[in-house]
């Protein structure tokens, strides 16, 4: 969504909106002076308001800086103003309001049952896991989860030799998740569980286990951006330090590991807490060209090794 020219400062009121860029300028110092978060799929206002312009003027939405030149018919910028509206009067995350997001290059159906995909894990989806793990070749992966089924999805799109399973315990979320791998027309090789964490999957066991679970610490939550408070909290908040889940992860996932396989691992914020809790096990904490952290893969023997620690205090 980045587009190169933004504008801090917009046109003012009394100035006539002719081009797209004019409109996204000043829609974007509209959406700053109302003091909007942005972190749900854009950097920042400007590219928020490419995001909503690629929306509704049904352009691609990684369109080039030569669209922001075009001129803008009047019925276009009174459906642009009302999104913008609604975006500043609910501070509900655009991706809600319209119901997508983009991830990994794909798009997904979203609302208020499941987060937005925003995880860095996309980039890792798109260059695959290489030297840890060889994803062109047939594997079996479990997504736990799955939340509108964005993870599994991609990684079934970009690497059509994997066969996925993905689990989540919100009924909600896994409909949702359901259209969007019909969608992408892969249910031959992703299927959907209702479970919680493993418990559905009995003894089945994986080469690669993802998860994006809850990390958040409680008390982060309070100091969370309104927009948040639109996402679902149980997607969210994972106890005192944000590792709750992840803890109940390393603890079960050798179980449902082949040998040699790995866990892929998403902790954000709770990553400091989460180093603590891995020391010195041999997990890999994982870099992004694209920005993004807390993301660590481990491997079957080390979590075997971490099972007592890792247990809940």
Not at 79 to 85: F, S
Not at 117 to 125: D, G, V
Not at 232 to 242: C, I, M, R
Request: charge should be negative; charged fraction near 20%.
């Amino acid at each position: 969504m980045n587009k190169a020219g933004s504008a801090s400062a917009g046109p003012t009121a009394a100035m006539p909106v002719t081009s797209l860029a004019e409109w996204a300028a000043g829609a974007a110092g509209r959406m700053d002076a109302a003091g909007l978060f942005f972190g749900h799929g854009t950097a920042d206002a400007f590219d928020e308001a490419c995001w909503m312009a690629a929306h509704v003027l049904g352009l691609p939405p990684d369109f080039d800086d030569s669209a922001l030149h075009r001129s803008l018919p009047q019925p276009s910028i009174d459906d642009l103003d009302r999104l913008l509206t609604r975006r500043i009067e609910t501070r509900k995350p655009l991706a809600y309001l319209i119901g997508h997001a983009w991830f990994a290059g794909l798009r997904f159906e979203v609302d208020e049952h499941t987060l937005i995909p925003r995880s860095p894990i996309a980039e890792l989806i798109c260059r695959g896991l290489q030297p840890w793990l060889d994803l062109d070749r047939p594997l079996k992966v479990l997504d736990v989860g799955t939340g509108c089924g964005c993870i599994a999805a991609a990684l079934a799109w970009h690497w059509p030799e994997l066969v996925i399973d993905a689990v989540d315990i919100s009924t909600a979320a896994l409909a949702r998740a359901e259209r969007n791998v019909a969608a992408l027309d892969l249910g031959d090789r992703v299927a959907l569980h209702h479970s919680d964490l493993f418990e559905a999957l009995g003894a089945r066991r994986y080469d690669l286990i993802v998860s994006n679970p809850p990390y958040v610490p409680e008390r982060s939550m309070l100091e969370l951006p309104p927009e948040y408070r639109h996402e679902p909290a149980g997607a969210l908040v994972a106890g005192p330090d944000g590792l709750d889940v992840a803890r109940r992860l390393l603890c079960e996932a050798p179980a449902h590991l082949n040998a040699g396989g790995l866990l892929l691992m998403e902790v954000g914020e709770a990553q400091a807490a989460a180093q603590r809790l891995l020391g010195d096990s041999g997990a890999v904490w994982l870099e992004f060209e694209h920005g993004g952290e807390g993301v660590f893969l481990i491997d079957r023997a080390a979590c075997t090794a971490l099972r007592d620690v890792t247990r809940a205090p």
